[in-house]
């Protein structure tokens, strides 16, 4: 006789719930997708503008503005 995994259920519930919570309805999947989508473009952005503020350190207006502007 097999012997059945705790982690098989404890998977299926979470499934389950996931189903019923997210995918279940269109309205709710939908949404979670753009949500998601919008938070990850957020902070796809964040670190790959802060990747390269670090690889240019010194090479951008923003740090060499000071030698070529008088006010």
């Known amino acids: 006789m097999p012997v059945k995994s705790n982690n098989a259920s404890v998977a299926n ?6 189903y019923n919570t997210i995918v279940k309805r269109n309205s709710i999947f939908l ?5 998601s989508a919008f938070a990850a473009e957020m ?22 503005s000071a030698k070529y502007t008088t006010e």
């Open 43 to 64: 902070v796809f952005d964040s670190v790959s503008d802060r990747v390269w503020d670090n690889l240019n350190k010194g090479r951008q207006w923003k740090d060499i």
């Open 31 to 35: 949404t979670t997708i753009f949500v």
């Open 13 to 18: 519930k979470f499934a389950r719930v996931g």
